[in-house]
């Protein structure tokens, strides 16, 4: 080989190796939860919410923060079924109504006590469902369990490379109300998180709420939100997910002077990161 088909054989070899690396290096990877029985993890929650709701001309705010910390035990694991115990550690809550602090006991008297909750492998919350859900979704609610529906993503059965996206649509028939939730996600990069290899996951929510036959008020709502999820794909843990949410209510109520509606709207930023 003359010296200059040697140079000519570098020169390209420099050219095609970036590409054959790149090629190389992406990976197809499977997502699940992959809790083993007595498993114990510690998790920091942050919900800061606003509510805002207009009552017969009268407008009013309230704000509310809740910040805890949680451990979270497996129980029980059944075909692909996770049933988790989930213990508060520390408990603050401060609310204000209408430019009032009010005072809160409920942080105290949490503190020690446990939740249960189901999920399945795929990321699916099994229990709560419904209203107890949307509770959670509205910023309304401290029980752990519901807040967790809206941060855990839901997986496919496929494996998943970086830059394919999925959709999951959930249905929730109550006699109360009807929700249908749908999910749109991608897997964005993969990138190490608290001493984890993570699957970083964009994802956008959007809901649409109507009221049930049963009910006698008149209630529809709709809501959309952004998040960002750190799964630990080797581990199957969830490391890290944050969303923020935007929730717009109508409630029309029959009152004594006829007819009244009640809009309320909701921004709140709900965050929960491993210990």
């Not at 083993?36 to 509510?51: A, C, F, H, M, R």
């Amino acid at each position: 080989m003359t010296k200059r088909n040697i140079l000519r054989w570098i020169f390209t070899s420099l050219l095609i190796l970036p590409f054959l690396w790149v090629g190389c290096g992406e990976k197809a990877i499977k997502l699940s939860l992959k809790f083993q029985e007595g498993d114990e993890y510690k998790y920091n929650l942050i919900q800061d919410s606003v509510t805002t709701t207009e009552f017969m001309g009268k407008k009013m705010e309230m704000p509310s923060k809740t910040e805890i910390t949680l451990t979270q035990k497996v129980e029980k694991v059944d075909l692909g079924i996770a049933a988790l115990n989930i213990t508060y550690d520390t408990f603050n809550m401060e609310m204000n109504v209408g430019g009032k602090q009010i005072p809160s006991n409920m942080g105290k008297s949490m503190v020690g006590k446990t939740n249960k909750m189901k999920i399945s492998e795929n990321g699916e919350i099994i229990e709560p469902k419904g209203i107890k859900a949307m509770v959670g979704l509205q910023g309304l609610g401290s029980d752990i369990k519901n807040i967790f529906f809206s941060l855990y993503p839901k997986f496919p059965e496929h494996k998943l490379k970086v830059g394919n996206n999925w959709t999951q649509k959930q249905e929730i028939p109550q006699a109360q109300m009807g929700v249908v939730i749908e999910y749109q996600y991608t897997l964005t990069k993969l990138e190490k998180k608290k001493e984890h290899n993570c699957a970083v996951i964009d994802y956008t929510i959007s809901m649409t709420i109507e009221g049930g036959e049963q009910t006698k008020m008149n209630m529809k709502g709709s809501g959309k939100g952004k998040g960002t999820a750190y799964f630990a794909y080797e581990k199957g843990l969830l490391v890290e997910s944050e969303v923020v949410m935007d929730l717009t209510m109508t409630i029309s109520a029959p009152l004594p002077t006829g007819e009244q509606e009640i809009p309320t709207t909701t921004h709140q930023t709900i965050k929960l990161s491993l210990i």
